[in-house]
């Protein structure tokens, strides 16, 4: 697990490749210290090229990744660890990302009311010092994807009204977020809650682990 | 859903019967403005006396509301609506409450490690103004509890001694805070995230919504 090896990462540079106010929080409750650096990737990858949403959102996270680390080496501050992430909801096949605009939300919230929907966050893990053996000199990245599913209550239109006119639908996968207001819609999930939030905590924290058993947080820089 | 009924619960008076931050946090992220007077009931309920860890953990909710609504009545300050939660955890038939000390949180650690648990979060929701017909002039009484299951990783020793060391798992039912580090030993569960975290929020919401359609907070005080 991730606790053990605070010592040893409170010494590393920790780069987030995201704006999300969800994630940093998450990673800094886990008590790693980390610095924001949002991608500028487009995020727009033709979704019907990957098999599945999460495959779709770990492309994303992916690219937003490589854009960050691109980005640092140019700047000549390399990080030890950057990381990012995506999110998306995928109901009956479709997939939602943010909403547009308060309409936009309204129409999202009413295909999820009663229904049990899925949320795939894909993550990607760069590691700039660290060459992957098997990729020359690339840096070594780790990515992967998690996979919660979600069953919201029936919505009355009263409530959805009220709750796009909150403004809390704007920026968030499928126009909910499960850690506000939006919570209380939630009838239950099965899975990592934290993923439906953005971010995989307990997976993420797995694969950190192994990073650093297989010494990837000791190499020298190059 | 209780969103559409914000305007009218924003003038009544809410107390929330417990110190739990985490409480008071969820409650106040639903929109609501609560009132905290923390219960002093000993929370000494006989376990064997219950069916099962639920209806304990509902008992001592109940218990709790009940002598704050008797201090709020002597104090001559009813409110409008009062809440009270209970959170236990369960493994294998044995109930896990707060840690005494550092190594009762690593002893619950260890019995947590690699198996799944149930969490049990009771809660009682007392309006003094509102009296149920069929109790004469006693306060209407509504409780409910929620089950949700946990599935935590296996955790080495080193993780446990380090969790234990942070603090985290005092004053937090079975040993750990799932909205904290501890949420890195959580796999995935099964129902309600926030009934872990000690409130049921979804199903808090369906209750209030219903107290509201029934007029409950529309009668005068007696």
């Known amino acids: 697990m991730l606790i053990q090896h605070l010592p040893l990462l409170s010494s590393k540079r920790i780069v987030l ?10 990673l800094r409750g886990l008590g790693l210290k980390v610095e924001i650096l949002p991608s500028t990737f487009a995020e727009n990858l033709e979704k019907s090229a990957f098999a599945g949403a999460g495959e779709y959102a770990v492309a994303t996270a992916t690219q937003k990744a490589i854009e960050v680390f691109r980005r640092t080496c140019e700047a000549g501050k390399l990080a030890d660890l950057i990381v ?43 590691l ?40 809390e639908p704007m920026g968030k996968a499928g126009g909910y977020g499960i850690q506000g207001i939006g919570g209380s819609f939630v009838k239950g999930i099965e899975g990592c809650f934290f993923n439906v939030m953005g971010f995989p905590v307990h997976r993420f924290c797995v694969e950190v682990d192994s990073l650093v058993k297989s010494g990837a947080f000791s190499a020298r820089p190059q």
């Open 84 to 126: 990012a992430a995506d999110t998306v909801v995928e109901i009956d096949t479709q997939i939602l990302e943010k909403p547009l605009d308060k309409e936009d939300a309204m129409r999202m919230l009413t295909s999820l009311s009663g229904c049990k929907h899925k949320v795939y966050s894909g993550v990607a893990l760069v």
């Open 17 to 26: 490749a995201s704006a999300s106010p969800r994630r940093s929080e998450l």
């Open 128 to 167: 700039p010092s660290f060459s992957d053996p098997a990729l020359d000199q690339s840096p070594l990245i780790r990515s992967f994807w998690e996979e919660t599913v979600v069953e919201f209550a029936e919505l009355e239109d009263e409530a959805i009204h009220a709750y796009a006119a909150s403004g």
